[in-house]
Structure formats: C-alpha cells, structure tokens
Nanobody
Framework: VQLQASGGGLVQAGGSLRLTCTDS????????VGWFRRSPGKEREFVAG????????IYADSLKGRFTISRDNYKNAVYLQMNNLKPEDTAVYYC?????????????????WGQGTLVTVSS
C-alpha cells in the first residue's frame, strides 16, 4: 500500500480545502482509512476516520461540524472536506490505512501512512 495525501495549501481563515488520499496499489478499499494531523510543536492527533464501505464515520470532537470525511472506493480515494478553517487547523495532514474495516482514533491501529500534505490557515 502506498498512500498519497494531496490538496493542502494556504487558505485564509474561514475558507475551505478538500484533501484527497489515494492508494496507488488499490488495496485500501477493504480497510478503514483515517486522517491525522500534526501541528507545529504538538503531538499527532486524530482528525477523522471512515469504515471500509464509507457508511460509518468518526471525528475528533473538536472538529465535528466543520470537517467531513468520505470515500469513493471506485476511485480508490478518501476525502477530507474542511470548512470554516481556523489558524489552529494549520498542520501537516496525514492519511492512513487501518488494520481493520472499522475506523478508530488510535494511530497504532493504522498500518500504512501517506507522506502528508501541509495546510496553512492564515488569520
């Protein structure tokens, strides 16, 4: 599995971005996928996760209502729609493929990781 996250960039506060995670080997359609982020000077934190079929999602409590995770297994892609972005959302965002079909918020349950994409939100 080789995951690649894309879609990051510079956006003003209040703006939106959609991140995309793709799997070049087309194998993560059978696994849950999660998004994590690491802000400068902080530990990596869970953002959102989606089960293998796309019918079940989980979010970090602080991000509910602003972020939406979805997937299209035909396109072998998982998305993270981020709305009403805030400067504190500035981070490198990583996607990861889980060891299981159901998502969790523990990074240890994810086996394969993408290289990350930088999101910078200016005030």
């Amino acid at each position: 599995v080789q995951l690649q996250a894309s879609g990051g960039g510079l956006v003003q506060a209040g703006g939106s971005l959609r991140l995309t995670c793709t799997d070049s080997r087309r194998t993560f359609s059978n696994n849950a996928v999660g998004w994590f982020r690491r802000s400068p000077g902080k530990e990596r934190e869970f953002v959102a996760g989606i089960n293998w079929r796309g019918g079940s999602t989980i979010y970090a409590d602080s991000l509910k209502g602003r972020f939406t995770i979805s997937r299209d297994n035909y396109k072998n892609a998982v998305y993270l729609q981020m709305n009403n972005l805030k400067p504190e959302d500035t981070a490198v965002y990583y996607c990861a493929s889980s060891r299981t079909v159901s998502p969790g918020n523990d990074a240890a349950t994810y086996r394969y990781w993408g290289q990350g994409t930088l999101v910078t939100v200016s005030s």
